[in-house]
């Protein structure tokens, strides 16, 4: 008989990928299914990246480059990171590989031993939890709460801590919540991790560039403590701000050693990343500054109208987002009512429910942690999200 690794048969199928594959298969059945799952934005990659790409083919640059990417774009990245964040990397400091999922996965199985720790705060990426356990980890999940905007305390982490511990992996604008740390939380947080020094800093950047107050970068660690540069990787790529997520271009910066080390196990594991997406990556660096803040800003009006559809369904609250393109909306109140006699309990339920009856797709908060909550993207056009609050009214107003 086939039989599987204990890796293997551990595996989770990625949830979202799941609800994803669900509302595909509602749709294809013929119903109007809305889908507020998607991590990804709505408009399509910026020209310059598209007709880089045209041009990478055209030329042939077609071929394996090194594994850790061109020395033209990890030169590039660092002088992107030195005018965002204000911290000097040199090339050997940056590697490139396929996607920033890829990346993230890459520097945990580099800081993992079997049985070694890395701190998370709930709610979190669906996806990281598991990259942990596949690298011979152990999660620590922080719950964070509403009070403290769902963002890591420093008694919290000072209490998470162990001498076991050897990562702390964070994303700010956080997937799924949308809210970032300020400088002054950061700071504080820096001043737990210094006390530590065997822990690294994974800061999963993705969304830093898609904030909403009009700064051009959410607030990083490395602004308000420098000197956690040597163990701290800054995680980044093209699929968010510059609407690249199928060319697969991610990349980190943070100490040559575990640099190297990363770079050696992409070697082994996917090769360099498509040479013509790298070539696309490198326009999008080099050209699309005007392209993100004209995103940022119809973001911006996104956010807006959007928080005022969920503010008029009752029992629904939501915190206005800082950055990403999420919001977190708090479904607690409609707990232990009943839609058609089957008792809502849990945030599966709620977004059960509003999938199989309403054609919503959404995130329940449970899979990403927390319960009581679900994820809306609003990487959509502001029609279709108002269709999608109407139908979740319908909803509650059905609820008994
Ligand atoms: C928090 C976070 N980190 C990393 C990624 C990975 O992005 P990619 O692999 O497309 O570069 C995502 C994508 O959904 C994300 O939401």
Known sequence: MLQLSKRAQ?????PT??????AKELAAQGHD????TVGEPDWPTFKIPSEAGIEAIQKGITKYTAANGTIELRKAIAGKIKSELGIDYSAKEITVASG???IVFTALQMICSPGDEVILGAPYWVSYPTMVELADGVPRVIECNEQDHFKITPAKLEAAITAKTRGFLFCSPSNPTGLQYSAEELKALAAVLRKHPQIVIISDDMYNRLVFDGSRVAPHILQV?????DRTVAVNGGSKAYS???WRIGWAAGPEKLI???GDYQSQATGSPSSISQHAALAAIQNCEPDIAQVTKILTGRRESGLKALQSIPGFKTAPPDGAFYFWVDIHAHFGKSFDGKVIRTSKDFCDILLDKFYVATVPGIECGTEGFMRLSF???DETFIRATERMKELVAALK
């Open 10 to 14: 551990n595996l989770k199928t990625s």
């Open 17 to 22: 990928l799941f609800l994803v594959a669900k």
């Open 33 to 36: 299914v809305i889908s507020l």
């Open 100 to 102: 920033a999922k890829f």
């Open 225 to 229: 403590a420098p000197d956690l540069r």
């Open 244 to 246: 690249m997520t199928g």
């Open 260 to 262: 190297t080390a990363m």
């Open 379 to 381: 990487a959509v056009s």
